[in-house]
């Protein structure tokens, strides 16, 4: 090799050196079922502005909505899998982290006050470390789904003697299916993107579908009654916004701080979306000829507590249910 030679190998070397490394983008995929309509999709777009934004282009995110790269459980096996690195936990994650059940309890969680006294303090940073140990996934922040109602197709719900024999559509969940049978309904595992069809084709005949939920989907249409959230909610439970737990912690720590205050803006967000659409919901969904029906209480109430009291003890969660009813709102 020629003294030329070296002497030009030499230099392209140190020019290498000397010149500014090329950032590499991470391309993350955020996933859910929920239609366009829904307030988790502007959660997930308000994260993409600002992660993208706040990573002077870094990071980059690709946003799949109405189960258009599957149902929940699929989104949930996907991201440990690797190949979707966000998504929003609900009933179906509680199959992968069973002790998510005890804030799948219905009844059990009051309103988004109650909801965001338990996602917010001690309760949801200690539910979010068993979720992890259970299942590998790190909670990064806890979102709003509502309020949810009882809906049916054909009668009113005032009493749990009203939901014998009632087909109704549950989440993917045991404590979800084991308080339906309590009530004396005939749960229905369903894909929330099959509910509207069977719905409309007598496949069930009820749902416990989020309120703003039941416009979102048109499920409107085919249901007519329903149970007042305002006097007494069925679910208010926090969803958890996911990553495998490896993945984020082999992340560069830019990017994990990055991606931690992108979730914390989200998160303000997506609850205040929900707030504002909780406000008109009511007014909407009569307009829309829904009938709105008052409930006796403390009949659902007695008739659940002893699914509360089975699921803490299954779960060795018996501590959680006592912090989450004793964080009720004065």
Same mark, same amino acid.
């Given at each position: 090799m020629t003294r030329w030679i070296r002497s030009c190998i030499a230099l392209a070397a140190a020019l290498a050196l000397c010149a500014p490394a090329v950032a590499q983008t991470l391309n993350l995929r955020f996933a859910t079922l929920a239609p366009d309509t829904f307030p988790y999709v502007d959660g997930m777009k308000k994260f993409k502005e600002v992660v993208e934004k706040s990573s002077n282009g870094e990071i980059k995110v690709s946003l799949h909505t109405a189960g258009s790269l599957g149902a929940e459980r699929e989104i949930n096996e996907a991201i440990l899998e690797g190949t979707i690195h966000l998504g929003i936990g609900a009933?179906?994650?509680?199959? @992968?982290?069973?002790?998510?059940?005890?804030?799948?309890?219905?009844?059990?969680?009051?309103?988004?006050?109650?909801?965001?006294?338990?996602?917010?303090?001690?309760?949801?940073?200690? /539910?979010?470390?068993?979720? =992890?140990?259970?299942?590998?996934?790190?909670?990064?922040?806890?979102?709003?789904?509502?309020?949810?109602?009882?809906?049916?197709?054909?009668?009113?719900?005032?009493? $749990?003697?009203?939901?014998?024999?009632?087909?109704?559509?549950?989440?993917?969940? $045991?404590?979800?299916?084991?308080?339906?049978?309590? @009530?004396?309904?005939? $749960?229905?595992?369903? #894909? @929330?993107?099959?509910?509207?069809?069977? /719905?409309?084709?007598?496949?069930? =005949?009820?749902?416990?579908?989020?309120?703003? @939920?039941?416009?979102?989907?048109?499920?409107? =249409?085919?249901?007519?009654?329903?149970?007042?959230?305002?006097?007494?909610?069925?679910?208010? =439970? #926090?969803?958890?916004?996911?990553?495998?737990?490896?993945?984020?912690?082999?992340? #560069?720590?830019?990017?994990?701080d990055a991606i931690r205050a992108a979730v914390r803006d989200a998160t303000v967000h997506e609850r205040q979306v929900f707030a504002e659409k909780m406000k008109s919901i009511r007014g909407i969904l009569i307009k829309e000829g829904m009938q709105i029906t008052k409930v006796d209480r403390d009949a659902f109430l007695n008739q659940v507590k002893p699914v509360w009291e089975k699921y803490a003890a299954k779960l060795q969660a018996e501590d959680l249910l006592k912090q989450i009813i004793a964080a009720r709102p004065k």
């Open positions: 009933g179906a994650m509680a199959n @992968l982290a069973p002790i998510y059940n005890i804030v799948q309890i219905p009844f059990l969680i009051q309103g988004q006050k109650h909801m965001a006294a338990v996602a917010d303090g001690p309760i949801g940073a200690e /539910l979010a470390k068993r979720i =992890e140990k259970q299942a590998g996934f790190r909670v990064l922040g806890w979102w709003s789904t509502g309020d949810s109602a009882i809906e049916s197709t054909n009668r009113p719900i005032k009493s $749990p003697a009203d939901m014998k024999g009632l087909k109704i559509r549950v989440i993917e969940n $045991p404590a979800l299916i084991d308080t339906m049978r309590a @009530l004396g309904a005939n $749960p229905t595992p369903m #894909p @929330l993107t099959e509910v509207y069809t069977g /719905l409309k084709q007598g496949v069930i =005949e009820g749902a416990h579908l989020d309120v703003v @939920l039941v416009h979102a989907l048109k499920a409107y =249409e085919a249901l007519k009654y329903m149970t007042d959230w305002e006097q007494i909610t069925f679910l208010s =439970e #926090p969803r958890p916004v996911i990553m495998k737990a490896s993945y984020f912690d082999g992340l #560069p720590k830019k990017h994990q």
